[in-house]
Structures are given as structure tokens and as C-alpha cells.
């Protein structure tokens, strides 16, 4: 999503979940607030554990279900797929000219910057730094999803043009004007995050037979929103795109 914090921060939020936030979902209980597992501070995050999933391929072994640590880690499971290789392949070209910075989202990172528990990841850009952000203690199975999605944000052109577009407009058109400038933006970058998304999520499923109950356990016990094909209406929906 194009929030702007400020005028002159540009930041793409990935939504993953909707458990215990102010969209009013609990664990498993869609639509639901279950009283025993709603955190008195909004920031705090609270997920269910899953069953374990493991993937071997060329000598290497993943636990799917186990905290990521490092987006690294994340990196080598998505170089397992083609979609993967080639989207790593032109982040890192761009990286070595415009290096993003990865921060991990903590409770205090979550709370400086209003991120609620529902944003899984989180892509920034203020015209100058890029920062993409993710949460170390997340499940490596589903940063590496939420991963492809944030990568194509820092390798889509479109992300600093629009920020340029947004911030030339600012306080010189209408604000129906600037409003619907930044609908529009959202939703063209944020389809082409999913589209990515899309596109790696099944590659990824076919690493292990047990990817796609992982990612079940996760909707049936976390609230994950996860879709595949990612309709235009969950975008719109999702991102408040009207």
C-alpha cells in the first residue's frame, strides 16, 4: 500500500494477516475478537505455532515453520525456484547502485512507525534510502513469500516515479485530486507485488509436500491472507483502494 507517513515517505505495506488488529480478527475466528488472545498494547504480535514442515533439496535442509533469523535465509530458499533466481538476480544488480537496508520489525519498529501486527512486511522509500522490513521471528516458509513481494517493490521503477508524481502534486492539486493520484499508484505497484507474489508462491509450493498444509495451519490458526491468484478485489479491499 502507498501510505504517506509524511509527505516525503513513500512505504508499501504487505498485509499478511488480519488476527487480533484493528480489522477486528482473532485466532481462527474470522470477523471474531477472541478475548483471551487480544494484546492490551496493539503492537504486541501473537501467533500460534504450526506444525512442522521440512524441506531438503541439494544438501541443504529448511524448517519451514522456524523463525527466518535473517532475510538471507529467506534469499536461499527463494533462489530454489526459477521466478525466485531471476527476481534475486535483478534486486542484487540494483542493490550494488541504490543499496536497500533491511530492518528488522520489532515491537519498537512497529510502534515508531505505526506498523500494525497485520503488516507481515513493509517496503520504504523516502527518494533517497530504501528500506525493506520484515520480522526475524516469522516463520521462514512465509518471509520467503512475503519476501518476493517486497523485492518487487524495490526493483519496480514505477515506486520512485510515482513517489516523484505524488510529491510534485502535494499541495498543488485538489485533495479528491491527490487522492485519487495515490488510489491509482497503489493499486498498479501493489498489483505487480502480487503478481510476483503469484508467481513464486507456486514454485515454492512444489519444494515440499508439505508447503501447502504449512500454509493452511498458518490461515486456519493465524488469519493469514493468503491468495493465489491474488484477485483485484482483495488488493482493493485489503489496501482500502476504492
Same mark, same amino acid.
Given at each position: 500500500?502507498?501510505? @504517506?507517513?509524511?509527505?516525503?515517505?513513500?512505504?508499501?505495506?504487505?498485509?499478511?494477516?488480519?488476527?487480533?488488529?484493528?480489522?477486528?480478527?482473532?485466532?481462527?475466528?474470522?470477523?471474531?475478537?477472541?478475548?483471551?488472545? !487480544?494484546?492490551?498494547?496493539?503492537?504486541?504480535?501473537?501467533?500460534?505455532?504450526?506444525?512442522?514442515?521440512?524441506?531438503?533439496?541439494?544438501?541443504?535442509?529448511?524448517?519451514?515453520?522456524?523463525?527466518? *533469523?535473517?532475510?538471507?535465509?529467506?534469499?536461499? /530458499?527463494?533462489?530454489?525456484?526459477?521466478?525466485?533466481?531471476?527476481?534475486?538476480?535483478?534486486?542484487?544488480?540494483? @542493490?550494488?547502485?541504490?543499496?536497500?537496508?533491511?530492518?528488522?520489525?520489532?515491537? @519498537?519498529? %512497529?510502534?515508531?512507525?505505526?506498523?500494525?501486527?497485520?503488516?507481515?512486511?513493509?517496503?520504504?522509500?523516502?527518494?533517497?534510502? %530504501?528500506?525493506?522490513?520484515?520480522?526475524?521471528?516469522?516463520?521462514?516458509?512465509? !518471509?520467503?513469500?512475503?519476501?518476493?513481494?517486497?523485492?518487487?517493490?524495490?526493483?519496480?521503477?514505477? !515506486?520512485?516515479?510515482?513517489?516523484?508524481?505524488?510529491?510534485?502534486?502535494?499541495?498543488?492539486?485538489?485533495?479528491?485530486?491527490?487522492?485519487?493520484?495515490?488510489?491509482?499508484?497503489?493499486?498498479?505497484?501493489?498489483? %505487480? *507485488?502480487?503478481?510476483?507474489?503469484?508467481?513464486?508462491?507456486?514454485?515454492?509450493?512444489?519444494?515440499?509436500?508439505?508447503?501447502?498444509?504449512?500454509?493452511?495451519?498458518?490461515?486456519? /490458526?493465524?488469519?493469514?491472507?493468503?491468495? @493465489?491468484?491474488?484477485?483485484?478485489?482483495?488488493?482493493?479491499?485489503?489496501?482500502?483502494?476504492?
Amino acid at each position: 500500500m502507498i501510505k @504517506n507517513i509524511n509527505k516525503s515517505v513513500f512505504t508499501l505495506l504487505l498485509f499478511m494477516s488480519g488476527m487480533a488488529s484493528a480489522q477486528g480478527f482473532g485466532f481462527g475466528f474470522p470477523g471474531m475478537v477472541d478475548p483471551d488472545h !487480544v494484546p492490551k498494547d496493539p503492537f504486541v504480535k501473537e501467533t500460534l505455532a504450526v506444525e512442522a514442515c521440512t524441506l531438503s533439496a541439494q544438501g541443504k535442509q529448511w524448517q519451514l515453520n522456524e523463525p527466518v *533469523g535473517s532475510h538471507e535465509r529467506a534469499f536461499e /530458499l527463494l533462489e530454489m525456484t526459477p521466478t525466485g533466481r531471476e527476481l534475486l538476480s535483478r534486486f542484487r544488480s540494483l @542493490n550494488h547502485q541504490h543499496p536497500h537496508e533491511f530492518i528488522h520489525l520489532n515491537y @519498537n519498529v %512497529r510502534r515508531s512507525y505505526g506498523f500494525l501486527p497485520k503488516a507481515g512486511a513493509v517496503y520504504m522509500y523516502d527518494g533517497e534510502k %530504501r528500506k525493506i522490513f520484515f520480522d526475524p521471528t516469522d516463520d521462514l516458509g512465509l !518471509v520467503a513469500i512475503m519476501l518476493s513481494h517486497e523485492l518487487m517493490h524495490a526493483i519496480d521503477p514505477e !515506486v520512485p516515479e510515482a513517489f516523484h508524481e505524488e510529491t510534485a502534486a502535494y499541495g498543488k492539486v485538489s485533495a479528491e485530486e491527490y487522492s485519487e493520484l495515490r488510489k491509482r499508484n497503489s493499486f498498479r505497484i501493489e498489483r %505487480r *507485488g502480487f503478481d510476483m507474489q503469484d508467481r513464486v508462491l507456486p514454485e515454492l509450493l512444489q519444494l515440499s509436500s508439505c508447503y501447502g498444509s504449512f500454509i493452511e495451519n498458518h490461515r486456519r /490458526l493465524n488469519g493469514l491472507k493468503l491468495f @493465489n491468484p491474488t484477485p483485484d478485489s482483495y488488493i482493493r479491499e485489503a489496501y482500502g483502494i476504492n
